[in-house]
């Protein structure tokens, strides 16, 4: 996915956060694997994931390898998971799950070779479980023409 998209939804997702904590969010800037957001506070950190198939596979995806390395899930230090599945161009699914919820339910699940060159090791959470483990779901509409202008 554009790096430019990413982030932006990744701002989105902070502003909503800082809204329901009434908190100001960080969000990184570059290669940080460590989360994708932090609280002022330190006290609420989180991972986002894009899942554009979702819609298609009835699953969430998450990578637990790389190259023989833990990452994605296995690896992260947030305390919150959000996964993004797209509902149309501007409209997008959080599922919101804590990670040691997610760490603990997908432990037994096989794990399938994926991504380029199949690099990496996933687990497959199909949505009516994730439904069931999430703690929250919520809806971000972005408004792309609100950005227009840094692309022009």
Known sequence: ????????????????????IDEVIFVPVGYFPQFDGISASKQFTYEIKFEAKAS???NLCFE?????KSSGLDQTAANVWVHVVPMDKERLCC????????????????????GDGKNSEVKLLPLDIA?????NKFFITVDWKEYQPYWS
């Open 56 to 58: 298609e596979t009835f």
């Open 131 to 135: 439904e069931k483990l999430k703690i």
């Open 1 to 20: 996915m554009n790096s430019g998209i990413t982030k932006i939804i990744e701002i989105e997702i902070a502003q909503y956060y800082s809204r329901k």
């Open 95 to 114: 599922y919101e799950f804590y990670v040691s919820t997610l760490r603990e339910a997908l432990k037994d699940f096989p794990k399938y070779r994926a």
């Open 64 to 68: 637990v390898t790389y190259k023989g």
